[in-house]
């Protein structure tokens, strides 16, 4: 685990069009976060997909294989984050699409966090975080792990 | 604190060269298909030749435009669309389309909001789009994604325009069936005659037909409609209250949408459609690429520019010098 800006990762390895599924899980009816971050990263340029509230883990993976996004940011704030991420990373591997970076965002304990990168989270944004970090985040992910 | 990320196990993406994806997007596979649709939106020199291929597998699937103004509940009726293809074990394929911001060219694509559920449980293939600076309600890329869902065997396949106003009609130019969804209590039935999106519809649907306005908007549009006029098709274009919201009257609309299909092949309409649409493509797609064509060749445009700001030239002058068209003045 390590802490870091991986902004200046950013080449021309990475696709033009960064495309973002943002997505609720489970039984969490609050998305002014998730609407918040939409605009962020719309603003940067990116094409952000919403799905609405209280999607399964398996809708969501279902949505990004068609909208073939790059990163599917999730936020939660109901404190099931655990298992949620864990099935939604094993659903990522069922369906042959670890390709999609994930993002997690809300409100989620430091103690969690182990489990969440175990289960294959790439990302943890706490509610602090600046907007442009969160960008180059992104960026910084998506240029690592190069053009699909 | 700042973001927490996981460099041990960054994940590492390969590049599947577009030729070995065809055979899976003929076979329906979601991860091919929907990589394909990107490919074709970024304009991947790489994947022109998948797209060719591909091209040549499709021309089965039924193209059905859906258009009207903002919040009119164009993103509710293709839900509720999908769900009526679904019972009836049809595999419909949707592309809907949102704008991009003319600044950031970032986009927020909403319509899945009211769709997802519907997508996930009825096998349905649905693909959000954003215009990327594309005026008309489409996008270039729009056709080509319609060409990769027709060759996956999807039927049929929905464009979902983004909200349009009066004028933009390029969806006619691109679907066999055009379905005009207007909004109960948007305005007087001055409205209704006018020239432009109202011409076009091969069906009028009117959204939310639970409030007491809707029927006034259907008078309207069929007041308009008895005037005849139009296309000089000889298929009379059905005005269709319906209620996505309760499922009112959607079998109904379903079935006007399959009735206009069967009436294209009957009269022998359809040759003059696909006529339209292919032309319209090949048009497009050179204006296009005579756009990028110039971008790339900025030196050449800027001092064109140039000529034009300080008015040594005119614009039509300097258009025609930038096809190498020289021969005038």
């Known amino acids: 685990m390590t802490e870091t800006n991986l902004g200046d990762a950013a080449t021309a390895e990475a696709p033009e069009t960064i495309r973002v599924l943002v997505a609720k899980l489970g039984l969490d009816g609050h998305d002014r976060g998730a609407k918040v971050v939409a605009r962020i990263l719309r603003d940067a340029g990116m094409e952000v997909i919403y799905t609405g509230l209280y999607k399964t883990p398996k809708d969501v993976v279902h949505a990004a294989i068609q909208e073939d996004v790059d990163v599917i940011g999730v936020s939660l704030l109901s404190g099931s984050h655990v298992p949620l991420f864990r099935e939604l990373c094993r659903c990522l591997r069922e369906e042959g699409a670890e390709h999609v970076l994930v993002v997690a965002g809300g409100v989620i304990p430091e103690q969690d966090y182990a489990a969440l990168l175990e289960s294959g989270v790439d990302a943890i944004v706490p509610q602090e975080a600046r907007s442009d970090l969160i960008v180059t985040t992104i960026e910084g992910l998506i240029a690592a792990r190069g053009r699909i | ?329």
């Open chain 2, 1 to 329: 604190m700042t973001i927490v990320t996981h460099s041990r196990t960054a994940k590492r993406g390969t590049y599947t060269p577009s030729a070995a994806l065809v055979k899976d997007v003929l076979a329906g596979r979601a991860i091919a298909i929907a990589r394909m649709i990107s490919r074709a939106e970024e304009g991947y020199p790489e994947a022109a030749e998948a797209l060719a291929e591909l091209y040549k597998h499709g021309g089965n699937a039924h193209i059905v435009g859906i258009t009207g103004v903002p919040g009119a509940g164009k993103s509710t009726l293709v839900s509720a669309l999908i769900k009526a293809y679904a019972a009836e074990g049809r595999k419909v394929g949707v592309i809907a389309v949102d704008p991009s911001s003319p600044y950031s060219g970032g986009a927020i694509l909403g319509d899945r909001v009211r769709m997802s559920e519907t997508a996930a449980a009825g096998g349905a293939f649905v693909r959000s789009m954003a215009t990327r600076g594309h005026l008309g309600g489409l996008t270039r890329a729009t056709l080509q994604a319609v060409d990769v869902l027709d060759a996956a065997g999807y039927s049929p396949i929905i464009i979902e325009t983004v909200g349009v106003g009066q004028d933009e009609v390029e969806v006619v130019t691109a679907a066999h069936t055009v379905v005009v969804l207007s909004a109960p209590g948007l305005g007087d039935d001055i409205q209704a005659i006018k020239a432009g999106i109202l011409e076009i519809a091969d069906i009028h649907a009117v959204s939310k037909c639970d409030k007491p306005e809707a029927s006034a908007t259907v008078s309207a549009l069929q007041g308009m409609l008895s005037l005849g006029g139009g296309s000089g098709s000889h298929w009379t274009s059905p005005v269709l209250p319906v209620s996505a919201v309760s499922g009112e009257r959607i079998a109904e609309l379903k079935d006007a949408i399959g009735a206009h299909w069967a009436h294209l092949h009957d009269t022998g309409e359809l040759a003059a459609r696909q006529r339209a649409i292919c032309k319209t493509r090949i048009l497009g797609t050179a204006r296009h690429l005579f756009q990028q064509k110039f971008q790339q060749e900025s030196a050449t445009l800027e001092t064109h520019i140039r000529a034009v700001t300080e008015r040594r030239m005119d614009p039509s002058v300097a258009a025609r010098a930038l096809l190498g068209w020289e021969e005038i003045r």
